[in-house]
């Protein structure tokens, strides 16, 4: 398998690079607008790259997806999109891409992190309302986006699993008055070296049931990328997440 690796210079990118050295797969090139040793062809745009590939991973940010898709719909090639913080525009030009190439977005590529959201789901639907859901996500002090992709994810589970119709409070100050019974709280922490955490606890009377993931490694998040890249391969024009990997394992 070859892999156009976007973001190839930044903490995830050496990562995945080392993993599929690991594992025999080949980075054909590297995308980094800051250049650093490689043992690949490095561009810093992607419209430069004329070598074959079988999928790409964009470990960038939000900013560069465009040309990424562009790309990839140009050469039909598979996009694994791992970046966070996209905004609505982004969302929708991500859905029209899937309807010319396979992409494969989710807010973690973390294989326990996936099962933390379909355990948090059927929580929420064997307690009901009758137990409060928050969402403490900790993460180290250079990340940008807040809260974190995954925890919007977890949310949106929990969401679905209470039936709909809950909404995301982001966080508590001041006189809030007394906690809704429609709320989700959603709470990020930064600081130090915080690889991820995520925790999802259902409050209810006299008891808490806590759910969390802790990743130790960013190599967790590499090897579910280039696990979504293999998986996605030949894969019909689409747009899927790590729930439709999670079942071809299960």
Not at 68 to 86: D, N
Not at 132 to 158: F, Q, Y
């Amino acid at each position: 398998m070859k892999i156009i690796l976007v973001g190839a210079c930044g903490r995830m990118g050496r990562n995945v690079a080392e993993v599929a050295s690991e594992q025999g797969i080949q980075i054909a090139a590297g995308i980094d607008v800051v250049s650093a040793p490689a043992p690949f062809p490095l561009y810093t745009s992607i419209s430069e790259v004329r070598l074959a590939a079988d999928a790409v991973i964009d470990f960038s940010s939000a900013s560069g997806l465009e040309s990424t898709l562009a790309w990839c719909e140009a050469r039909g090639i598979p996009a694994v999109l791992a970046a966070t913080g996209f905004t609505e525009g982004d969302e929708a030009r991500i859905a029209r891409a899937a309807e010319k190439i396979a992409v494969f977005k989710t807010g973690n590529l973390s294989i326990g992190v996936n099962l933390l959201q379909r355990l948090a789901k059927k929580a929420a639907e064997i307690l009901g309302d009758g137990f409060d859901c928050e969402i403490i996500e900790r993460h180290h002090h250079t990340k940008k986006d807040a809260p974190s992709g995954t925890a919007l994810m977890l949310a949106k589970s929990v969401n679905e699993g209470f039936g709909g119709g809950k909404e995301n409070v982001y966080g508590r100050h001041g006189m809030v008055g007394e906690r809704k019974t429609s709320e989700i709280g959603i709470h990020a922490v930064r600081g130090g070296t915080i690889v991820g955490e995520h925790e999802v606890m259902f409050a209810g009377q006299d008891e808490i049931v806590t759910l969390s993931h802790s990743a130790r490694s960013r190599k967790v998040f590499a090897s579910g990328a280039l696990k979504a890249a293999a998986w996605l391969s030949g894969r019909a024009p689409g747009l899927y997440d790590m729930d439709d990997l999670l079942g071809d394992l299960i």
